[in-house]
């Protein structure tokens, strides 16, 4: 050094200090604390969910590389580009994530994004991508757009030039037709029956009829009509039965179905022949009539579902001698267990308690685990008590509630066990709030730091549990979609998690319980029941409006809570205050009050009053033959009301089942 010139010795130097320069600048890329990388993705996503892209783009861009959040923020910057109009950096975004991360779950999505974004400037490049697409992940709905996209691809290299080879018209109308089947509803069935089309191509009165298809599922019915025209009657006319149907050309409708039904019903799926029957029904002024005038004309195939239907409507005292003919004749058909049940319990009415016990047997034998398995066990368990077989209906209490443990026969032999006279158990829950459904989740898991960085959006891209998708959807305040999607994922599983699993919570989540709980106590309602009755009504959602017109969480009609508040005093002004959820839980509570004290303070018929009305009870008390609770519900004559004081008792029972300590 002490040779060396001034001059280069300051050359060497500010080499040394770029050196350093590049090298912190590199490790502070490359390193990053995990408390400040997960402020940083944070900011970023608050200024995203503000509309504020640049800067959030900028800010997710500061994600470390060596950061398990670099993929997802690669992924979030593509979407501010997105929303920016930056086509140029979308693009690169993408690349990057999929290049870099081709493991990692939004790969998938980002590669067929770019595949759409460059379909027009590079379609041999787009084409390459959609094939990876199918390639590598065959089964999934990426897969069927991107043959749709090669389809498109290929038409628009063929369409101009003088030669378009069969064989390539061949491979676009199988892409256009492989889309269809398989997504009828999908964003681009339509535009996929335009290109189709467009082939000049002979298409089959098959694909005429899978394009009218889809017209009718999204609501188009005049094209419907067009390409019905062109298929076979022999495959189209339950088709043309919904088409006409949804025209309001009943006459049409009337005669396709009676056509189909009596000369076609062998080469109809079942499904289809129960569309038709309801419609044909919903479309006549005699629900009667219409049966009988169906069941003259029937043919042999899908003529159990409305025979059941003729069981269903007839008078009680003819009722069991039609399901006994409908078992008879269809002792394998999909109405056989129903009809067997009915006989059950019509010989349990009778107090034949000898025969129903040797059909509830039949039934268990034949039919093993199925919808009516609880109601058969349930009520074999009450003949064994009355014959004071203690060691049979406990054990068949015991079984109900093990196999079915959130069924509402799991709550009345719950019930029955200890002798209970009282349908209202009196217990207090412990409110609990919907956690996440699987503790022992890894705080170091993606899936838990996403959820703690509340990116719900990015997270339902990445799961495909149910259970998942639910607290998702119940963070974002979307209750009734979450609770939907639980209650399906839970129906589903066999045998049933433990009454303490996070699940539960999903499936029956405590909303709204300060007001519940304080109008309840207010009125002398049970806070748990109306808990349920809010759950079976609104699932939770404060702006439902059903058909009729009923309103907010307890589904209040406008002209029973204007008069409920006028009387009391409530301030209700009009219809749309019944969607403020402390009104409309404080008047229903007052209402339920009001239909408990006019039946006796009995629960389940003040229950069964909210749905079919007060009037209906009085009528159904005086001429139903029942000696006990049990028997009452079960010859409900609405079936929506015997279903309803069903499914809140049901929900009532849960509620106790997983929020009490025990």
Not at 252 to 275: H, V
Not at 608 to 622: E, V
Request: charged share 25%; hydrophobic share 35%.
């Amino acid at each position: 050094m002490q040779g060396m010139s001034t001059r280069n010795k300051l050359i060497i130097f500010f080499v040394a200090i770029l050196i350093c320069y590049f090298i912190g600048y590199g490790f502070a890329n490359l390193y990053q604390p995990v408390a400040k990388t997960k402020l940083i993705y944070s900011h970023a996503l608050q200024d995203y969910s503000k509309g504020e892209y640049q800067n959030s783009y900028y800010l997710f861009s500061r994600i470390s590389f060596t950061s398990k959040l670099k993929p997802y923020a690669i992924y979030r910057q593509a979407m501010c580009a997105k929303e920016l109009g930056d086509k140029k950096s979308e693009i690169k975004q993408y690349r990057l994530l999929f290049n870099n991360y081709p493991k990692n779950k939004l790969s998938l999505k980002a590669k067929y994004s770019l595949a759409q974004l460059i379909l027009d400037e590079d379609p041999e490049q787009s084409r390459r991508y959609f094939e990876q697409i199918i390639k590598e992940n065959p089964n999934t709905d990426y897969a069927i757009a991107s043959e749709y996209y090669i389809g498109v691809i290929l038409l628009n290299k063929y369409k101009t030039k003088k030669i378009f080879p069969n064989s390539v018209k061949d491979d676009i109308e199988m892409a256009f037709r492989h889309y269809i089947e398989s997504a009828p509803q999908g964003r681009l069935a339509l535009n996929a029956i335009k290109n189709w089309e467009s082939l000049n191509k002979d298409i089959s009165k098959d694909d005429y009829l899978l394009m009218a298809n889809t017209y009718y599922l999204f609501g188009d019915y005049e094209n419907a009509r067009k390409l019905l025209s062109k298929s076979s009657t022999e495959e189209s006319w339950v088709l043309d039965v919904k088409t006409s149907y949804f025209e309001k050309n009943y006459s049409r409708a009337r005669y396709l179905a009676e056509y189909g039904l009596s000369n076609l019903s062998q080469y109809t799926d079942k499904a289809d022949i129960k569309s038709v029957v309801d419609i044909y029904i919903d479309m006549s002024e005699s629900k009667q009539e219409a049966i009988d005038r169906i069941y003259a004309i029937s043919g042999k195939y899908g003529k159990d579902y409305v025979w059941s239907l003729k069981c269903e409507a007839a008078p009680s005292m003819y009722q069991a001698g039609c399901y006994k003919q409908l078992y008879i004749n269809y002792p394998n058909g999909d109405y056989a267990s129903k009809s067997l049940s009915y006989l059950f319990f019509d010989r349990i009415i009778a107090g034949d308690y000898s025969n129903a016990r040797k059909i509830g047997e039949d039934i268990m034998d034949k039919y093993g685990d199925t919808k009516i398995s609880p109601m058969v066990m349930f009520w074999l368990g009450k003949i064994a008590e009355r014959d004071n077989d203690y060691n049979l209906y406990m054990s068949m209490y015991k079984k109900v509630i093990s196999n079915y443990p959130d069924d509402y026969y799991a709550y009345r032999s719950y019930i029955a066990m200890r002798h209970i006279k009282n349908p209202i158990l009196n217990a207090y829950i412990k409110v609990l709030p919907v956690e996440y459904p699987y503790p022992n989740i890894s705080k170091k898991d993606i899936i838990f730091v996403l959820s703690e960085l509340r990116d719900y959006d990015l997270l339902l891209e990445m799961t495909e549990d149910d259970f998942i998708k639910s607290w998702i959807y119940y963070q974002k305040g979307d209750y009734s979609h979450s609770m939907l999607m639980a209650r399906e994922a839970m129906d589903r599983l066999s045998p049933k998690p433990d009454r303490k699993d996070l699940r539960w919570r999903l499936v029956y989540p405590i909303d709204y319980y300060e007001e519940i709980d304080k109008y309840s106590k207010l009125y002398g309602n049970d806070t748990v029941l109306m808990l349920a009755l809010v759950r079976e009504e609104s699932y939770f959602n404060s702006e439902a409006k059903s058909i009729a017109g009923a309103r907010g969480l307890m589904q209040l009609m406008p002209s029973t809570a204007t008069e409920i508040s006028q009387e009391y005093g409530y301030g209700m002004t009009s219809a749309e205050d019944l969607y403020k959820p402390e009104l409309n839980i404080k008047i229903g509570n007052l209402y339920y009050a009001q239909l408990r004290s006019m039946l006796n303070n009995l629960d389940v018929s003040a229950v069964a009053a909210y749905n079919g009305g007060i009037g209906s009870i009085g009528k159904w008390k005086k001429n139903l033959n029942y000696a006990d609770t049990d028997e009452f519900v079960e010859q409900i004559p609405y079936p929506e009301t015997k279903n309803y004081v069903k499914k809140v008792f049901r929900s009532y029972w849960n509620y106790l089942r997983i929020y009490v300590d025990e």
